[in-house]
T-cell receptor, first 112, second 115 residues
Framework: GDSVTQMEGPVTLSEEAFLTINCTYT??????LFWYVQYPGEGLQLLLK?????DKGSNKGFEATYRKETTSFHLEKGSVQVSDSAVYFC???????????FGKGTRLSVIA | DAGVIQSPRHEVTEMGQEVTLRCKPI?????LFWYRQTMMRGLELLIY????????DSGMPEDRFSAKMPNASFSTLKIQPSEPRDSAVYFC?????????????FGPGTRLTVL
């Protein structure tokens, strides 16, 4: 079945460090890909998305490129801030009206 | 738009009691999802509805759990009787099913503690 695999956490970085969180997927169809972020005590919120190969999603300094050849959607940010500390979820969707398939989440802690 | 609304935000109850969680999806959305999140098991899909009809409830842990969606603007998740292992954060999410992006919008969650 469809699945998402993302790197195990927790990830601890110093402020202004470069961030990469790896995400790979398996899907029978041609999925849309998402990154969600969950700040402490809150629900998940969409961070960025991409719907076709080579699309780049970006938001708040975060970027991810849809790589069909490697079935990947890695999240990157050039300079993290303490306020980026959260849990990040990679997810896919293969059709409308069906649930997203989520990865297990990666906890990021950024220290000053 | 107010987003997905869940109530209550926090619920503390004793084992054996009935618990009802409520969700109001975003107006116009036709898909609704209930999730449970725990440290041990992460984020789990419990059940989802399309156009108020339950489509897949295979994630509901056992018969103590039930969910309804009587109309397009309201859904409930009921646990009867509740047990300590049901303690978790329960999220409701909604989406516009025919959107090509199928983005899901999450509510703030209900933190349930069963003593």
């Amino acid at each position: 079945g469809d699945s998402v695999t993302q790197m195990e956490g927790p990830v601890t970085l110093s402020e202004e460090a470069f961030l990469t969180i790896n995400c790979t997927y398996t899907a029978t169809g041609y999925p849309s890909l998402f990154w969600y972020v969950q700040y402490p005590g809150e629900g998940l919120q969409l961070l960025l998305k991409a719907t076709k190969a080579d699309d780049k999603g970006s938001n708040k300094g975060f970027e991810a490129t849809y790589r069909k050849e490697t079935t990947s959607f890695h999240l990157e940010k050039g300079s993290v801030q303490v306020s980026d500390s959260a849990v990040y979820f990679c997810a896919l969707s293969v059709s409308g009206n069906t649930p997203l398939v989520f990865g297990k989440g990666t906890r990021l802690s950024v220290i000053a | 738009d107010a987003g997905v609304i869940q109530s209550p935000r926090h619920e503390v109850t004793e084992m054996g009691q009935e618990v009802t969680l409520r969700c109001k999806p975003i107006s116009g959305h036709n898909s609704l999802f209930w999730y449970r999140q725990t440290m041990m098991r992460g984020l789990e899909l419990l059940i989802y509805f399309n156009n108020n009809v339950p489509i897949d409830d295979s994630g509901m842990p056992e018969d103590r759990f039930s969910a309804k969606m009587p109309n397009a603007s309201f859904s409930t998740l009921k646990i009867q009787p509740s047990e300590p292992r049901d303690s978790a954060v329960y999220f409701c999410a909604s989406s516009l099913g025919d959107s090509p992006y199928n983005e899901q919008f999450f509510g703030p969650g209900t933190r349930l503690t069963v003593l």
